[in-house]
C-alpha cells in the first residue's frame, strides 16, 4: 500500500522535462530516511553515516533547488534518533553544506560568481519555476482528494497519540512515526507556502504520505468510518484519472 499511496500522490502532474529532476532528488531523501533508520539505538558512532545523509541532503538541494528547505529534517533525525554528539551533528552540517560549497567553486572556476551560486540557488528556491504545474491549476476533484487524505492524516496522527498513549511499543517506529510527520509538515509548508507552489515537489509530500495513510489503514480495525473513508479515496483516484484521459483525447 505504501507504493501505490507513493504512486497516486507523486505522478499526477509529470509529463513535462520538470519531473525527472524532483523524481530523481526524492529517490535521494529516500535513501537518507533509510540510512538515518539504520543509525536509531547503534552505540557506536555514526558520523560517518550522517555525512553521507547530510550529503544526500545536499546533493538534492543541488539538483532541485527547493529541496534545501528540506534541511530541517537533518536536524529533526539528529534529535529523534540519536543521543546529542557533536561529531555527528558537524558530519551532518558539514556533509550538507560541502557539496553546495563545491558546486559553487565549480561555478566559480567555471567563470561564475562564487556568491552568486548561492544567491541563484536561493532565488530559484523561492521563485516560480517557469512552465510549472502550481497549486492553482488543482481541480475540485483533486482537492476531494487531498481533503479526504488530510483527513485521514489527522486521523492518522490521533491514532498514533493514543496507540503510543496506551502501551509501548518499540522506538524505532514511534519515532519514524513521528519523523515523517515532521516530515509532511515542512513538505506542505514548502508546497504551500514557498512562493514557486510548484507541484513538482508532489514527490517529496508523498514520502511522509505513503507511510502516514497506510498506517491509519493498517492501525483501524474495519469500521464504517476506516471503510468510508478508503472507499472514497478509491472512488476520487479512479475519477481522477478517468478525467486526465478523457482530457487527453
Known sequence: MPSLIYVIFSVGYFSSVLSVRP?????????ACRKIFQTFGTKSLESGNYLEIGALFGI?????????????????????FRFFNIREWL????GFVFPIFLAAYVSWF?????????????DIA???TPNAIVISHINPAEWSFIIVSFLIEILAVVKFYYNKKGKRGKLLPQKSFIFFVCFLIISNLILFVVPSQSLHF??????????????????SKANFVSNILYISLIIIVWFIGFSHIAANF
Not at 60 to 80: D, H, K, T, V
Open 126 to 128: 523561492t521563485s516560480a
Open 110 to 122: 567555471l567563470g561564475g560568481s562564487f556568491i552568486g551560486f548561492f544567491v541563484n540557488l536561493i
Open 202 to 219: 508532489l514527490p517529496f509530500t508523498a514520502i511522509p504520505i505513503a507511510v502516514i495513510i497506510p498506517y491509519f489503514f493498517n492501525a
Open 91 to 94: 558530519a551532518a552540517i558539514f
Open 60 to 80: 538534492s538541494s543541488i539538483l532541485y533547488e527547493q529541496a534545501i528547505f528540506l534541511f530541517p529534517l537533518l536536524i529533526i533525525a539528529l534529535i529523534l
Open 23 to 31: 523524481l530523481l532528488v526524492a529517490l535521494l531523501i529516500i535513501l
